[in-house]
């Protein structure tokens, strides 16, 4: 059974970092591109980064580049989304999501196979 369930969210001042996990189970992680995509209330899922099968490589979001760093851990089948100097925009649900069609990960949502539950960040002083 493929599960992903993501953790580490919380409330944090503006300025501070979290990192979430997204711990997968059911199938072998680094045979697969995952994402880390996010949703505001009242706004669409926008991607936040994702990383590649192929060589790992990582693309972000404009929005978040420098700030937000995501790493994998192929032994733990879990890959991680360090986030820095957060700010009340980054403010939502982060979800992280597995493309078992491609091993090249790219931020189109209709393209992830399955999801997790989601892990609510908020960024507020």
């Known amino acids: 059974q493929l599960q992903l369930v993501e953790s580490g969210g919380g409330l944090v001042q503006p300025g501070g970092s979290l990192r979430l996990s997204c711990a997968i189970s059911?199938?072998?992680?680094?045979?697969?591109?995952i994402g880390w995509f996010r949703q505001a209330p009242g706004q669409e899922r926008e991607g936040v980064s994702c990383?590649?099968?192929?060589?790992?490589?990582?693309r972000y979001a404009d929005s978040v580049k420098g700030r937000f760093t995501m790493s994998r851990d192929n032994a733990k089948n879990t890959v991680y989304l360090q986030m820095n100097a957060l700010k009340p925009e980054d403010t939502g649900v982060y979800y992280c999501g597995i493309d078992l069609g491609y091993l090249t990960c790219r931020f189109t949502e209709s393209t992830y196979d399955y999801w997790g539950p989601g892990a609510q960040v908020t960024v507020s002083s």
């Open positions: 990383i590649s099968s192929t060589d790992g490589g990582t």
């Open positions: 059911g199938f072998t992680l680094d045979h697969y591109a």
